[in-house]
């Protein structure tokens, strides 16, 4: 899979294969029961992987159904896939309702049932949220020069954890908890 660059760093959510509510919503799949699907292209464009999917819904709960094929390993051997998948509805504060998977997945003996609203489909054979295939995201893994800068320059990172703006106090105690760890 792609998205590992070394052995201390976890694979991305962009690296894996997803299915967000955002897209649901946006092909008006979130009423009644409707039937569809949805394909994922490489950067060329070239189809990678598609799944079909049934989804009913009714007032605040529902379910969808994915059905695709996957290919296991070197041997190429495939494996079809049929399986729910619960959705549930909250309200809003301003009227309407947002809607969420219930993720299927089980980790050491217990389901996850956490509430997400993307499914990857991160190494395993099923689709669940980002926390149980522990995918973290690119901009995570990102360096900021900004901390470096801030463990350099005592006084100004004195002046941020003062600050009244919650970004530069975020920043400075990145680099505080930075420059305790390397003491």
């Known amino acids: 899979m792609r998205g590992r660059w070394n052995r201390d760093k976890k694979t991305t959510t962009e690296a894996c294969k997803s299915i967000g509510m955002s897209f649901l919503k946006q092909h008006g799949y979130l009423s ?3 039937w569809g699907g949805m394909k994922w292209t490489d950067g060329c464009g070239e189809e990678t992987g598609s ?15 994915f059905q695709y094929t996957q290919t296991q390993g070197y041997k190429g051997e495939t494996e079809r ?12 504060h301003y009227g309407g309702k947002r809607w969420w998977f219930i993720c299927p997945l089980i980790k050491s003996g217990i389901a996850c049932s956490r509430r997400a609203l993307k499914l990857y489909l991160g190494g395993g054979k099923y689709f669940g949220c980002r926390h149980c295939y ?39 105690f990145k680099a505080m908890l930075k420059r305790r760890s390397s003491l």
């Open 32 to 34: 009644g029961h409707r």
């Open 51 to 65: 799944i079909g999917f049934r989804i009913w819904v009714e007032g605040s709960v529902g379910e969808i159904r």
């Open 81 to 92: 896939l049929d399986y729910p998948v619960r959705l549930v509805a909250t309200p809003c």
């Open 134 to 172: 522990e995918l973290t995201y690119q901009s995570c893994q990102k360096h900021d020069a900004r901390v470096d800068r801030l463990c350099e320059d005592p006084a100004l990172l004195r002046q941020l954890l003062k600050s009244k703006d919650w970004s530069k106090r975020t920043l400075a």
